[in-house]
């Protein structure tokens, strides 16, 4: 059993393979946090504190670490809730009034019960846990039982208590083209406050809040919490004047009002949480390794070839068939049709909202693209953005009142285009719709759903935020019902909608626009501390950059994408015959590695050069792969030992490197390292390894 009660000190233990969370009920019935760190097995060892008032200036609550502070009373700190009654009473008062346990074959829940004292108004505090994984899955659910509606103004889905001050706190900062840029940053007294109020989760920072003290990759205290919300979120780190850090996550308040009627209940999105003992590794494999199992849908992610950046609006039939035939020639396994191919899309100002398929790009149908594509023995792909709405546009024409507006007010657009209220009925019908007779009509088998602009002018509503998303949540799910075996591609102008929100309903990650194999390499590594590896979709693409005008040799180019579910968006028309050869060879490459890439643990190896090397290494049972990238040696370089993780190390593996085999022990490869030298610019080089048979 992971969850140990003690009835006689009411505390719960909520144990996984090497970690413990622990909270229990004073005698005011305020659940209060007790303990989250490393293993301990008696729940009978727990004690409640008794508190005393600091002064009169300082209440007690400053001092009560509450799992689910509300807002009211002599309460200061960040609440997790606020809620108006409809007599304008806006202080909430609970009481605990029990518990229940249950079990299925994937995790122990707890769910502790919460009343307000005077309405009836009721919280649920959920704590799933997934021993295995050393992971816990905590949300809320609120009940309105009274006669009348309450105001729910803010709802965050838990705090978290970590009982030292001067944490490292690390997110990613970034932008269009430039998303997950980590950061690291020391937290004192005050807050830090990281959101989204754009309406999708993460160009500029990711719903995910990550504490540490002073750790590495293998040592250290690491605390963390992942919100599974695709729009609006914040995070808040606040560390008190009395010692102790205290971390929230939940949907924005911003510009947010939730109203629940009589009888209604609302789930909060839930956080998937953990500690680590020894550093950010075992966090990114707990999360990784739950991800693979409950999130992502089994089998290997396909090589894609995908033509935007070789044509953009530009699409024609004869072409975009031409481009699948030499697709197939270098090893594609998946041809995707970007932007451009339906109503007046000619460019950005027009189209969205028109899905019917452009008779002068494709005077024969879609089928004889499709049809060629499914004859060269290619799954075919194809792109979305059904969220939106051109003015110019036909559907927007019919229905003005179905984007986001105020009657006042000129509804900003932004790219061309407006946002559909998704959540009225007929827009989600609208939607489900027409994505349904897509791939009825035609047989598809990968959806790239693209979102390319902020939601603003978001009408009177002021819980649209949350539903919005929860309506593409229920579009996709319902769609994969009844298409089970189509992929979708989760992409928000890039890397927009990244989240543990979003995974599980979508099976792809458009990482970011931004193609340059140099410069992903630092947005793959920040990606790579919470997402896993087989949803991190990574293309080769042309030189120069569009974005960064780098020129790169296409070998790194394709290590660089290689790391995760690599994609190919050239313009392979124009490549060269070495190009051609380059690319069949690297694809080949890839497909044999892909077990070990999509589904192997992922490790950030230490770079012990004065130079910067990038060092990744992949372990599938007794295979791995190190990834090795220089992107430019500077003067004096005298290369770079690399130790790896994680062998047998009794056993002898066989290292094939380009020069030749090496053969080694683990231990040796894991203590003394490997020596290596890559000689000059965009030098990269993927070592296979594998256990020698005794
Ligand atoms: C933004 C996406 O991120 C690109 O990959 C591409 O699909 C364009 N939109 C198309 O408009």
């Known amino acids: 059993m992971s969850i140990a009660i003690s009835q006689k000190k009411d505390v719960f233990l909520l144990n996984t393979k090497f970690t413990s ?53 002599l309460r200061y700190k960040e609440h997790c809730l606020k809620a108006t009654f409809a007599d304008g009473t806006r202080e909430v008062v609970y009481r605990y009034c029990g518990y229940e346990v249950t ?4 995790y122990e829940e707890l769910i502790i019960r919460l009343q307000d004292t005077h309405y009836d108004f009721e919280m649920d505090l959920h704590y799933k846990v997934y ?46 083209g430039a998303e997950h840029q980590r950061f690291v940053q020391k937290v004192s007294y005050g807050k830090i406050v990281i959101e989204n109020r754009k309406g999708i989760s993460s160009h500029n920072h990711n719903p995910y809040f990550l504490l540490d003290r002073d750790a590495t990759e293998n ?16 995070g808040v ?42 550093g950010f590794e075992t966090m990114s494999h707990n999360l990784h390794h739950f991800a693979q199992k409950y999130l992502l849908r089994e089998g290997y992610r396909p090589v894609l070839y995908n033509s935007w950046e070789a044509t953009e609006f530009n699409v024609h039939s004869k072409e975009q068939i031409d481009l699948a035939k030499k697709a197939k020639e270098i090893g594609a396994e998946l041809f995707v049709l970007d932007d451009g191919w339906f109503g007046e899309r000619h460019g950005i100002d027009n189209g969205l909202g028109d899905w019917y398929v452009n008779e002068s790009k494709f005077p024969n149908g879609l089928d004889e693209l499709v049809d060629a594509v499914k004859a060269q023995g290619m799954l075919f792909g194809i792109w979305v953005e059904p969220e939106m ?73 002021k819980d649209i935020w949350y539903k919005h998303i929860r309506a593409i949540y229920d579009i996709v799910t319902g769609l994969k019902k009844k298409h089970p075996n189509v992929l979708f591609e989760a992409c928000a102008s890039g890397g927009g909608r990244i989240d543990y929100g979003i995974l599980g309903i979508f099976d792809d990650f458009w990482t970011s626009d931004n193609t340059d194999a140099y410069d992903r390499l630092y947005i ?171």
């Open 389 to 461: 709405v051109n003015p110019k546009a036909q559907l927007y024409q019919d229905h003005p009142d179905w984007i986001y507006h105020f009657e006042t007010r000129t509804s900003d657009t932004s790219r061309g285009q407006y946002v559909l209220n998704m959540t009225k009925k007929e827009v989600q019908d609208f939607v489900y719709e027409m994505l349904d007779n897509l791939l009825t009509q035609h047989e598809i088998d990968y959806i790239k759903w693209d979102a390319n602009r902020p939601i603003s002018q978001t009408c009177l509503e």
């Open 21 to 73: 969370y622990a909270f229990g009920i004073d005698d005011q019935g305020l659940v209060r946090h007790l303990y989250w760190g490393k293993r301990i097995d008696s729940v009978e060892d727990f004690e409640m504190p008794v508190l005393v008032e600091v002064s009169t200036n300082d209440p007690v609550f400053e001092i009560t670490k509450e799992e689910f502070p509300v807002y009211g009373s």
């Open 237 to 278: 780190i606040e560390q008190t004047q009395f010692g102790e850090t205290l971390a929230q996550i939940g949907m924005n308040s911003h510009d947010f009002t939730l109203e629940l009627k009589p009888g209604e209940e609302f789930e909060a999105p839930s956080i998937l949480c953990g500690y680590s003992g020894t």
């Open 524 to 694: 793959q590594d920040a990606y790579s501390y919470i997402y896993p590896i087989k949803a991190m979709r990574a293309w080769v693409t042309d030189c120069p950059n569009f974005l960064s005008q780098r020129v790169i040799p296409l070998k790194f180019r394709y290590h660089s994408a290689m790391m995760g579910t690599l994609g190919i968006g050239c313009n392979i028309l124009k490549f060269t015959e070495e190009d051609i050869e380059l690319s069949r060879q690297m694809i080949q490459q890839y497909k044999e590695i892909r077990p070990i890439v999509q589904e192997g643990d992922f490790y950030r190896l230490e770079n012990t050069s004065e130079n910067r090397y990038f060092l990744y290494e992949y372990l599938k049972g007794e295979e791995g792969l190190v990834f090795v990238f220089l992107p430019q040696s500077k003067v004096g370089h005298r290369g770079v030992t690399v130790r790896l993780r994680d062998l047998d190390p009794e056993a002898v593996y066989a290292l094939q490197t380009e020069e030749g085999v090496i053969t080694k022990s683990g231990s040796y490869l894991m203590n003394r390292g490997l020596d290596l030298q890559l000689k000059g610019d965009y030098a990269s080089t993927i070592i296979r390894f594998a256990k020698e048979n005794k």
């Open 131 to 176: 021993a295995e994984y050393d992971l816990m899955e905590r949300n809320v659910v609120v009940r309105n039982q009274s006669e009348a509606p309450v105001q729910i103004e803010k709802l965050h889905s838990g705090q978290f208590h970590i009982p030292y001050e001067d944490l490292n706190f690390s997110n990613v900062h970034g932008h269009w």
């Open 219 to 234: 040592s250290g205290d690491v605390y963390f919490g992942a919100l599974r919300l695709t729009g609006n979120f914040s």
């Open 103 to 106: 079990e299925t074959d994937e």
